[in-house]
């Protein structure tokens, strides 16, 4: 814990001489949001003109035909298997590639405030632009990864979904380099899986560290919104006012948002985190930020 602490605040010390870093976790959440948003709100207008049982029976007519489909052809379940499937591996594509592309933008602003450069929001978006080719080739070894872990792990029993969280875990670890990778080596697809596994053998010890101790910090984090509306509602059931349930609605929704804005940070000061033991890892050395003497003896010496 007291590593967790301390890796902590050299993570924060670059997040707060530079706080628009936690502007780009933002955005990939509102680029999320703007694509699901591309695709519904066509529908929710068109529904919000009286044409909502079109809809209903558009959905309705496209059921019966695949059904018909199925029916009709010796293969048309697997086939209509195989396009549920494709269907569902391009939303993993689409989705890991829009966390993938900001991560990159960030890794970058966060190694550039490491060696003492102002990092600004546009040059790392640009950045992460340069890069669209490495980009899209570790995209799609990720989110395949990904998909056959989620497919293995919805699909198994207890011991299929524990194998599946250890290979989770394992992929996490190897990969926790490949985005600095990406940005300082310029190479993506299964050369940054590989690179960044060769680095998480020299560097295991502070890699599980900065894992598993980032974390941990999510326990309080949770803990602290969840122990003031449970403290809130017991103060609610012991008092008489008029409309209890205002104030509950508004304490749930300072508990979303507390939650959201912490997620951004975590994942800001994680991505700083990640390029520093990159820096430390790959150049043999430890960012300013890191060097210091509590941390000293966490960093071996690299190859």
């Given at each position: ?105 960030l890794t970058r602003a966060a190694m550039e405030e490491?060696r003492g450069r102002r990092a600004t929001l546009g ?8 890069r669209l080719g490495p980009i899209l080739g570790f ?165």
């Amino acid at each position: 814990m007291r590593n967790t602490f301390e890796i902590t605040k050299a993570s924060f010390r670059v997040l707060r001489g530079n706080p628009k870093l936690a502007v780009l976790p933002l955005l990939s959440v509102g680029a999320v949001l703007a694509l699901v948003a591309s695709f519904l709100a066509p529908v929710i207008a068109y529904a919000a003109t009286g044409h909502a049982g079109d809809i209903s029976r558009w959905l309705t007519s496209l059921g019966a035909t695949i059904e018909q489909f199925q029916r009709a052809h010796e293969g048309g379940p697997l086939l209509v298997k195989a396009a549920g499937m494709l269907a569902l591996f391009s939303v993993y594509f689409v989705l890991y590639f829009i966390a993938i592309f900001f991560n990159t933008a960030l890794t970058r602003a966060a190694m550039e405030e490491l060696r003492g450069r102002r990092a600004t929001l546009g040059e790392s978006l640009a950045f992460a632009a340069s890069r669209l080719g490495p980009i899209l080739g570790f995209t799609l070894v990720a989110s395949t990864v990904g998909f056959v872990l989620g497919q293995i792990e919805s699909r198994s029993r207890l011991l299929g979904k524990l194998v599946a969280s250890l290979l989770g875990s394992a992929w996490t670890l190897a990969t926790f380099m490949a985005l600095p990778v990406l940005v300082q080596e310029g190479v993506g697809g299964l050369a940054a899986v590989k690179r960044s596994a060769r680095l998480f053998k020299q560097t295991w010890g502070e890699t599980v560290l900065g894992q598993v101790g980032l974390g941990l910090l999510w326990i309080p984090v949770m803990l602290f919104p969840v122990a003031v509306f449970t403290g809130l509602v017991y103060m609610l059931g012991n008092t008489h006012l008029r409309h209890p349930e205002l104030i509950v609605f508004a304490a749930m929704a300072w508990m979303v948002f507390f939650l959201f804005a912490m997620s951004i940070v975590m994942s800001t000061l994680r991505a700083i985190y990640q390029a520093a033991l990159y820096c430390f890892a790959a150049e043999g050395a430890v960012p300013a930020a890191f060097d210091v003497p509590e941390l000293r003896s966490n960093w071996r010496s690299a190859p």
